[in-house]
């Protein structure tokens, strides 16, 4: 008996008999390049309805701390570059949070791999500073920090600069729903509250 | 969802309910205008909206290709990231698959990201079969699996359903299926988010299983892309210990930079953003991140019939952003379960006579389900011709009824059709006699189209009375326009 593998294979192959592959890869064309990248960025982040503020390496601590309303449970990833007040940190002591734990938490800050101002999205690799995928995902408030020499103009800029090979997170403003009657509706799932700060 | 599409009727019989259905062509008429506005503002807002259509089409055609290679790259790639590969024929073997790792974790439930190929096969019914639930957690599948309805739209399954009847669904329906709506539920959309929260987030937090379909799938990374909104994907993709992706062997992108064009198209085509809320790629297992045993399923189900179709072949490059349907004269007033298929619209008139191969007449009535006026094309992101590709399968559905002893209606209209139109002297005839009916019907029309022309309602005989059972056909002008020309001398007189 042939496996369902060969089987499909083979149709393919009977298929494309008289088909001559093309061992090119394709090249989409770019976009001109826009003057004010960081501003465009925030701009476009702002569009989705997530807030966004701009500050310097030094305001940075104080803009994380006036982006979590007082007595809210923070937790945040080993190897951010800021201190957070009374924050959890995942896996501190090589106790990782459960799903259910994660979901007692009001916020997450993380930082960021790159932002794309074209399309005003964040996206995280998951590396230091960001943390594993589901806690900047469970809490209903996302803090998230992207330094202006991260972002780049367009989604062709960013594939090149991103390792495939790790879990990404492409996030372009807060969870929404147009699924009632096309009303836009912020907040199923995910963060219902994605606040950006750019810093420098 | 407890609902199928087997068996429906072909789509005139279909299309005639659901024109009388006035909340349903509301519903449609609103959404896909809201949609073709808001993709309108974002396509013009793209420079090189054209170049970037031809290099989303180059990408989709290389991968299509020479796609045996690219299956053995994806699988290698996979395997080298920790993913286990599985190879499904058929939508039957595809379930079975996924029934056998949900059995061998020991599970009756897993969660669900919305997924077209998942319906395609029938899984939710293949997994209760088992004893295993399958939960929906797309709001709008949501809405359609308590409403035990069918979804109608690739993107918004639910357009058929307005805020009204949504609250009333889920106040009857949420308390069987799990954590019940609250008793003050009103029918504001963000309350209805928020219920729909409330009742899925237990669900996804115990979930040990969960089951994704896959947008892209990047051969020489063993990447799978999934595009979605509202989060539940994320919570799929990450919160439970094991994961089965079933991915049609169309979903191939050769290259990771290959991606970038198709990321450019989708979301703007799709809900008309500049990009969707949020994506998920990941490539197998991340030791500590992420569910610890991934699966994926590599499902032909037809799609190497529909590659052996030269025309037919670049229905593939579909990356499914239901642009074509928000588009479609005939799908906005008859709505997708006209079609009787998963895949609605141009697309699905199509899409399911390649997959499934002509003879049955619901799927040979699908190539007639449109007035071939050019649109999808045009909005289509990744350029499928759409109207060549129903004009050819047309041929094919002729072709295979050649033996039939009672001629099909749309044979002999199109036989007529094809010739009166192969010469001019003839054209003018008959154009003359359609002239001599307009008059004739015009008188006994009664029927009003919107903009205030009338209808014909059904002509009798033989024939044209099968073909105008499902139209309302706006009455033939009195005189043709050859006559008119003729008799003003194109206006001058
Ligand atoms: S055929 Fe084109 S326009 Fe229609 S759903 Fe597919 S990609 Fe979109």
């Not at chain 1, 699924?179 to 509706?185: G, K, N, Q, T």
């Not at chain 2, 599970?107 to 295993?132: C, P, W, Y």
Request: aromatic share 4%.
């Amino acid at each position: 008996m042939t496996s369902a593998r060969d089987e499909i294979l083979a149709r393919v192959r009977v298929a494309l008999a008289e088909v001559e592959p093309d061992r090119e890869p394709v090249v989409a064309p770019v976009v001109t390049a826009r003057p004010d990248v960081v501003g465009l960025f925030a701009e476009r982040v702002a569009d989705y309805r997530a807030v966004v503020e701009r500050c310097a390496e030094a305001g940075l601590a104080e803009a994380v701390a006036a982006a979590l309303p007082a007595g809210s449970r923070v937790v945040v990833p080993a190897g951010l570059s800021v201190d957070v007040e009374g924050a959890v940190v995942d896996g501190a002591d090589g106790r990782v949070l459960s799903a259910l734990e994660l979901d007692g938490f009001d916020a997450v800050v993380t930082e960021a791999r790159v932002g794309i101002a074209e399309t005003g999205t964040i996206v995280l690799d998951h590396g230091a500073g960001q943390g594993r995928r589901a806690i900047s995902l469970v809490p209903d408030k996302h803090v998230c920090i992207v330094r202006s020499d991260q972002v780049v103009p367009d989604v062709p800029d960013a594939i090149v600069l991103l390792d495939p090979s790790r879990p990404l997170t492409w996030i372009s403003g807060p969870s929404a729903t147009s699924d009632i009657e096309l009303d836009r509706v912020e907040g199923v799932h995910g963060p219902r509250v994605l606040h950006v700060i750019v810093v420098g | 969802m407890s609902r199928t599409f087997v068996g429906m009727p072909a789509f005139p019989a279909a299309a005639r309910a659901a024109l009388a259905d006035t909340q349903l062509r509301h519903n449609l008429a609103h959404a896909t205008g809201v949609i073709r506005a808001k993709r309108a503002a974002v396509v013009a807002e793209v420079e090189n909206w054209e170049e970037l259509r031809l290099a989303g089409a180059a990408v989709k055609d290389r991968a299509l290709r020479d796609l045996g290679t690219h299956l053995v790259d994806l699988e290698a790639a996979l395997t080298a990231g920790g993913a286990t590969v599985h190879w499904a024929r058929d939508a039957a073997e595809a379930c079975a698959i996924v029934a056998t790792v949900a059995k061998a974790h020991g599970v009756d439930e897993v969660v669900k990201v919305k997924s077209m190929v998942t319906q395609e096969i029938g899984l939710n019914e293949a997994l209760a079969e088992e004893g295993i639930a399958a939960w929906e957690t797309d709001l709008a599948e949501l809405i359609v699996q308590l409403g035990d309805d069918l979804p109608s739209h690739i993107l918004v399954p639910a357009i058929h359903r307005n805020r009204a009847e949504i609250r009333e669904i889920f106040l009857r329906e949420m308390g069987g299926a799990g954590r019940p709506a609250p008793a003050d539920l009103t029918d504001d959309p963000a309350v209805l988010a928020g219920a729909a929260r409330e009742h899925l987030r237990e669900k996804f937090l115990r979930a040990k299983v969960a089951v994704s379909g896959a947008n892209f799938a990047i051969a020489e990374t063993g990447t799978l892309v999934v595009v979605e909104s509202e989060g539940n994907g994320r919570m799929c993709l990450t919160l439970p210990e094991v994961l089965v992706s079933v991915v049609g062997i169309e979903k191939v992108v050769p290259t990771w930079a290959e991606l970038d064009p198709l990321l450019r198209l989708l979301p703007r085509s799709s809900t008309g953003e500049r990009m969707n809320p949020y994506t998920s790629t990941w490539s197998g297992v991340t030791p500590g991140d992420g569910p610890q045993e991934v699966h994926v399923v590599l499902l032909d189900n037809g799609r190497t019939r529909a590659l052996a179709d030269d025309v037919g072949r670049q229905a593939l490059r579909c990356i499914r952003c239901s642009a074509c349907l928000n588009v479609c004269p005939v799908y906005e007033r008859t709505g997708g379960h006209a079609y009787g298929s998963v895949y609605p619209g141009p697309i699905g008139a199509i899409l399911n006579p390649l997959l499934k191969g002509t003879g049955d007449p619901q799927t040979d009535s699908l190539p007639y389900a449109s007035s071939l006026c050019g649109a999808c094309f045009e909005a289509c992101p990744v350029r499928i011709d759409i109207p060549e590709v129903l004009v050819h399968l047309r041929s094919k559905v002729v072709d295979g009824h050649r033996d039939d002893t009672v001629p099909k209606a749309e044979a002999v209209a199109m036989k007529a059709a094809a010739y009166a139109f192969s010469d001019a002297r003839r054209l003018a005839a008959v154009e003359k006699v359609s002239g001599l009916a307009g008059r004739v019907l015009g008188r006994f029309g009664r029927a009003t189209l919107p903009g205030g022309r009338r209808a014909a309602g059904r002509i009798p005989g033989p024939g044209a009375s099968a073909w105008t059972s499902a139209r309302d056909l706006p009455a033939p002008p009195a005189e043709s326009f050859r006559a008119w020309w003729k008799r003003t001398d194109g206006g001058r007189r």
